[in-house]
């Protein structure tokens, strides 16, 4: 567990556990004659294994119930269902007391021993009469038992999250004629289905009282209607450049109790001029309505790393032309003028707080999506399969915060209120200490691409039942596109480090068998490229941490089965113990706990072995 202690509780400079050092450069500063750099606090960040155990309690029920019909009426079939799901998720985990936490940081020495509680005590009179002990957090493992317990906050850390649908759904399907290429196919349907939310959290965590973010309850539901139908219609079949060729179709109306109707739709078409190969091609328009946390969630506070452009502003340094704006901010202009720049401390970046929210008037997204390609199962080349497929997928209404690094960066590019509003620097010492956002359908998202699937099994002949088969699934990236407000222009990703948007991306998988015994290897690859596009910082240090080289892990696995019932495996994942980048939270946004990306794999090699049962 990392818990700040700025701007939660900060240790007063008069605790007598501050290392001598620490108490020496305070000293001297605040008898400089220099009142603008006076100390009376300090912050900072500290693991707190010793002071309360993060290990959580989780609890689950899961229940459904599910009633159907089926039955014929001449060549069609109908079916009727009604499902009802229940979930209930409890989980609860120890943590602190912020109030008591600030009590036992504010010790004050009144005795010449180290006896905690005697010679050094929590300096206010109502802390100490409920039990209050002084907590020391300078060295690892140093904070007392009696302390600890008492900064332990009386309410668990919790959330209950409970979760109801009920769903009651008709359809019909079958042939309505025939064509030279078979029946034409028909599927039509309505289906109503309702859905609930509610997430209960502790009463600290509600209020900010812990050391995690303030988070309101959620609660929520809506319910719609929906009609639909598909269609399929073999046009031809088995006919000399015409093994198939057929068109597909679909199409559903949905009214949402709260954000009325909306009309999805597609329409395709196959062709297979030999049985080898089958071409294929659709068109979609299809929706996405807000969901029950995007409606209905309260704004919630968060402290995600974000980067000021402006830290390391001097007089005269550019800053990705953000130079002049910087220095035109009183508060950095001043920091300038009395220390020659302008510089965050790493708990002044960790401590930008800021709200994010639910909207009960978003609408729904609106996506509109071309395929295009091929099968090719070439008969002269048993047990191959190739898939080649390219896609372009354009959404427009997406549902987004404005960004609060982007809030930042267009704040000072543009100085337009959708930006600044967001935005809450402080007006003496120009640091940022707020970004806010609310959720709204102001972004645009476009992807385009490449993806190709390679299958293969073949005998291998080096006994009398072994094969080799071999797997592959590769994407190559072209656009990665996303305007986060119409006031902008798209900032294409593409071609930046990341599963999402690296430009290529590739996992295969060979697997040698023999009777019943398996060895697979597995390579998973990103290709590298900038973490962040256009990357901002003073630092040239912290600018070179922005590239990463090419990525790739390699996984093993030994599997063999006992009869048909019985499997056991080995695995080795990251074989060769491939380690992450480093990418400080601060600058880069990266969780703070790990200081590098999801992207790569965080633990390292490992292994696991065990057994698989089937009844």
Same mark, same amino acid.
């Given at each position: 567990?990392?818990?700040?202690?700025?701007?939660l509780?900060?240790i007063?400079?008069?605790?007598?556990?501050i290392?001598?050092?620490?108490?020496?450069?305070?000293?001297?500063?605040?008898?400089?004659?220099?009142?603008?750099?006076?100390?009376?606090s !300090?912050?900072?960040?500290?693991?707190?294994?010793d002071?309360?155990?993060r290990?959580n309690?989780?609890?689950?029920?899961?229940?459904?119930?599910? /009633?159907?019909?089926?039955?014929?009426?001449?060549?069609?079939?109908?079916?009727?269902?009604?499902?009802?799901?229940?979930?209930?998720?409890?989980?609860?985990?120890q943590?602190?007391?912020?109030?008591?936490?600030r009590n036992?940081?504010?010790?004050?020495r009144?005795?010449?021993?180290?006896?905690l509680?005697?010679?050094?005590?929590?300096?206010?009179?109502?802390a100490?009469?409920?039990g209050?002990?002084?907590?020391?957090l300078?060295?690892?493992?140093?904070?007392?038992?009696?302390?600890?317990?008492y900064?332990?906050?009386?309410?668990?850390?919790s959330?209950?999250?409970?979760?109801?649908?009920?769903?009651?759904?008709?359809?019909?399907?079958?042939?309505?004629?025939a064509?030279?290429g078979?029946?034409?196919g028909i599927?039509?349907?309505?289906?109503?289905?309702?859905?609930? &939310?509610f997430?209960?959290?502790?009463?600290?965590?509600?209020?900010?009282?812990?050391?995690?973010?303030?988070?309101?309850?959620?609660?929520?539901?809506?319910?719609?209607?929906?009609?639909?139908?598909?269609?399929?219609?073999?046009?031809?079949?088995?006919?000399?450049?015409?093994?198939?060729l057929?068109?597909?179709?679909?199409?559903?109306?949905?009214?949402?109790?709260?954000?009325?109707?909306?009309?999805?739709?597609?329409?395709?078409?196959?062709?297979?001029?030999t049985?080898?190969?089958?071409?294929?091609?659709?068109?979609?328009?299809?929706?996405?309505?807000?969901?029950?946390?995007?409606?209905?969630?309260?704004?919630?506070?968060?402290?995600? /790393?974000?980067?000021?452009?402006?830290?390391? &502003?001097?007089a005269?340094?550019?800053?990705g032309?953000?130079?002049?704006?910087?220095?035109? !901010?009183?508060?950095?202009?001043?920091?300038?003028?009395?220390?020659?720049?302008?510089?965050? &401390? %790493?708990?002044?970046?960790?401590?930008? @707080?800021?709200?994010?929210?639910?909207?009960?008037?978003?609408?729904?997204?609106?996506?509109?999506?071309?395929?295009?390609g091929?099968?090719?199962?070439p008969?002269?080349?048993?047990?191959?399969?190739?898939?080649?497929?390219?896609?372009? !997928?354009?959404?427009?209404?997406a549902?987004?915060?404005?960004?609060?690094?982007?809030?930042?960066?267009?704040?000072?590019?543009t100085?337009?209120?959708?930006?600044?509003?967001?935005?809450?620097?402080?007006?003496?010492?120009?640091?940022i200490?707020?970004v806010?956002?609310?959720?709204?359908?102001v972004a645009?998202?476009?992807?385009?691409?490449?993806?190709?699937?390679?299958r293969?099994?073949?005998?291998?002949g080096?006994?009398?039942?072994?094969?080799?088969?071999?797997?592959?699934?590769?994407?190559y990236?072209?656009?990665?596109?996303?305007?986060?407000d119409?006031?902008?222009e798209?900032?294409?990703s593409?071609?930046?480090?990341?599963?999402?948007?690296?430009?290529?991306?590739?996992?295969?998988?060979?697997?040698?068998?023999?009777?019943?015994v398996r060895?697979?290897?597995?390579? @998973?690859?990103?290709s590298?490229?900038?973490?962040?596009?256009?990357?901002?910082?003073?630092?040239?240090?912290?600018?070179?941490?922005?590239?990463?080289?090419?990525?790739?892990?390699?996984?093993?696995?030994?599997?063999?089965?006992?009869?048909?019932?019985?499997?056991?495996?080995?695995n080795?994942?990251?074989?060769?113990?491939k380690?992450?980048?480093? %990418?400080?939270?601060?600058?880069?946004?990266?969780?703070?706990?790990?200081?590098?990306?999801?992207?790569?794999d965080?633990?390292?090699?490992?292994?696991?072995?065990?057994?698989?049962?089937?009844?």
């Open positions: 567990s990392l818990t700040q202690f700025g701007p509780p900060t007063p400079v008069t605790n007598p556990f290392p001598a050092e620490v108490a020496a450069a305070i000293a001297a500063a605040n008898s400089d004659a220099d009142p603008t750099n006076d100390i009376d !300090i912050s900072g960040r500290r693991r707190q294994n002071v309360f155990d290990s309690q989780v609890e689950r029920q899961t229940w459904r119930v599910a /009633a159907g019909l089926r039955g014929d009426v001449g060549r069609f079939k109908w079916e009727g269902s009604f499902v009802y799901g229940h979930l209930n998720d409890f989980n609860s985990s943590d602190i007391d912020n109030n008591r936490y036992a940081l504010n010790a004050v009144v005795g010449p021993g180290n006896v509680g005697v010679d050094i005590v929590c300096s206010d009179a109502a100490r009469a409920e209050c002990i002084p907590l020391n300078f060295g690892y493992n140093t904070a007392d038992p009696r302390a600890a317990s900064v332990q906050a009386v309410v668990p850390k959330e209950e999250v409970t979760n109801e649908q009920y769903v009651v759904n008709a359809t019909i399907s079958g042939p309505l004629f064509l030279p078979g029946d034409v599927a039509a349907g309505v289906e109503y289905r309702r859905e609930s &939310t997430n209960d959290l502790d009463i600290l965590t509600n209020t900010g009282g812990n050391s995690g973010n303030l988070i309101p309850d959620l609660s929520g539901k809506f319910d719609v209607w929906e009609v639909f139908g598909e269609v399929n219609v073999p046009l031809l079949s088995e006919r000399p450049f015409f093994e198939y057929g068109l597909i179709g679909a199409a559903r109306y949905s009214d949402y109790s709260t954000i009325g109707g909306v009309f999805s739709w597609n329409a395709g078409a196959e062709w297979a001029p049985p080898d190969i089958r071409i294929r091609g659709m068109y979609a328009v299809a929706n996405r309505a807000p969901n029950i946390s995007e409606l209905f969630s309260a704004p919630s506070e968060t402290f995600e /790393a974000v980067n000021d452009p402006c830290n390391g &502003t001097t005269n340094n550019d800053l032309g953000l130079g002049a704006t910087c220095r035109a !901010i009183p508060g950095v202009a001043a920091a300038i003028a009395a220390d020659g720049t302008f510089d965050y &401390t %790493l708990a002044d970046l960790q401590g930008i @707080n800021g709200f994010v929210g639910g909207n009960q008037n978003l609408q729904e997204e609106t996506a509109k999506t071309i395929t295009i091929a099968v090719i199962t008969s002269f080349v048993r047990g191959l399969s190739l898939t080649v497929d390219y896609y372009d !997928i354009k959404i427009d209404g549902i987004a915060t404005l960004g609060r690094n982007n809030s930042i960066q267009r704040c000072l590019e100085n337009l209120p959708v930006f600044c509003d967001n935005v809450i620097r402080d007006a003496n010492t120009g640091f200490t707020t806010n956002g609310q959720l709204l359908n645009g998202l476009q992807n385009r691409g490449v993806d190709v699937g390679l293969y099994r073949t005998a291998v080096l006994t009398e039942n072994d094969s080799f088969s071999f797997s592959g699934n590769y994407t990236l072209i656009d990665a596109k996303t305007q986060t119409p006031t902008e798209a900032v294409d593409a071609g930046t480090f990341g599963r999402t948007f690296s430009t290529h991306t590739f996992t295969v998988r060979g697997t040698y068998e023999v009777d019943a060895l697979s290897w597995q390579t @998973n690859f990103l590298g490229g900038d973490y962040v596009r256009d990357f901002v910082n003073a630092d040239p240090g912290v600018v070179a941490l922005n590239r990463i080289s090419d990525y790739a892990t390699h996984d093993a696995q030994l599997g063999f089965d006992v009869g048909e019932e019985m499997t056991f495996f080995l080795v994942d990251n074989v060769f113990d380690k992450p980048q480093y %990418l400080p939270g601060a600058q880069f946004g990266t969780p703070t706990g790990l200081e590098t990306a999801a992207d790569f965080v633990i390292g090699r490992r292994f696991t072995a065990g057994a698989r049962v089937r009844f």
